[in-house]
């Protein structure tokens, strides 16, 4: 009798592990403007480790143009797609929101938005039109890039021609709210045209410094103006049903504990910037970039004009509210936390 309760155990351990050690093989497909060689799918290499432990194996694909990774996933080609901020636009506004200009100016803000996203709190706002977010993580702050270093400061914006990413109506909407002119680009593309002349500015990672070799668009007089106005983030989707509840949460865990190892490159890639192309400004000027940006959300979700309305149709208001108090937690002194028209 005890040798069959024995046996029975046993099958029922077998049982039980048996769904975590058998892992269902998916398709991973990874945007990176690099390829399999660059800063996003090495990170998301440990992502895969990862999975495989929690019984999901994933056979990662590069690409370098994210429209056609959006396309081959909405065609069934892949089961997650690895998207940036401006590609999970397509899927889920609450996440895409954290592009937000100068919505998370410190990395310390982006510390506490990856804890948040990874927690059960905001799963409600994870899932959108039939679509899963499964987690997110850094590649580092957008700088503008410029070809003159005394672009530095808000009012030096005027009249420059500044690309813009093709559906990032909120950028264009800054642009044209400064008085500067927009230069159509996609993420293909941009570098070239700062490179060759066509833009005097573009908003980047520090990476693009040697990856996109934008050294050569900046010539002896131009930098990287040091405050970012953005940040730039991969995220990762899937269909709804394609996981389990229980996989999709270990997964947002997954990708927020990749936060360290992700911010070890970002700034092994801003410190490989020679000191000398850093532009760096004043305490004001810091001031009079950070309300500037908080004045054009501001006007955005007040627009009554097709452009405006367009531009702020793009965010959603719970992460625009939760990006309003992390940078009042971080920052509690900052004019915005006592202001009437906060966010």
């Keep these: 009798m005890k040798v069959h309760a024995a046996l029975l155990a046993g099958v029922m351990c077998l049982s039980a592990w048996t769904p975590l050690s058998a892992s269902e093989r998916k398709e991973f497909c990874v945007f990176d403007v690099a390829g399999a060689g660059g800063f996003v799918y090495r990170t998301l290499q440990e992502y895969q480790r990862k999975a ?15 429209d056609e990774a959006v396309a081959d996933f909405r065609a069934g080609k892949c089961d997650i797609v690895a998207v940036t901020d401006m590609g999970v636009r397509h899927f889920n506004n609450f996440t895409g929101s954290i592009s937000a200009i100068g919505a ?17 709190r905001v799963d409600e706002h994870m899932s959108q039109d039939g679509y899963v ?3 997110a993580a850094p590649m580092g702050a957008a700088y503008l890039f410029v070809n003159d270093r005394s672009i530095n400061h808000v009012d030096a914006l005027k009249g420059k021609r500044i690309t813009v990413f093709e559906g990032h109506h909120d950028a264009r909407h800054m642009v044209e709210y400064i008085g500067a002119v927009p230069v159509e680009a996609k993420i293909s593309n941009f570098a070239r045209l700062f490179n060759t002349g066509q833009a005097d500015i573009s908003y980047a990672p520090a990476a693009a410094y040697e990856v996109l070799e934008m050294f050569k668009g900046m010539g002896d007089k131009g930098g990287i103006v040091k405050y970012p106005v953005g940040q730039v983030s991969i995220h990762l989707v899937a269909r709804e049903g394609e996981f389990d509840d229980r996989f999709v949460r270990r997964s947002r865990k997954i990708m927020s504990r990749l936060y360290p190892e992700a911010m070890r490159i970002v700034r092994q890639y801003e410190n490989s910037v020679p000191a000398e192309r850093w532009v760096d400004i004043s305490k004001e000027a810091m001031v009079g970039y950070q309300e500037m940006l908080r004045n054009v959300r501001i006007d955005m979700q007040e627009a009554k004009d097709a452009s405006g309305m367009l531009a702020a149709g793009v965010y959603d208001d719970n992460m625009m509210t939760i990006l309003r108090k992390v940078r009042c937690y971080t920052n509690p002194g900052a004019l915005e936390c006592s202001a009437e028209d906060r966010e």
Excluded: F, K, N, W
């Design 52 to 66: 495989v432990g929690y019984g999901v194996s994933l056979a990662m694909i590069p690409y370098t143009d994210e």
């Design 104 to 120: 998370v100016p410190y990395y310390e803000d982006l510390r506490v938005l990856m804890h948040i996203l990874s927690s059960p």
């Design 133 to 135: 977010v499964l987690g």
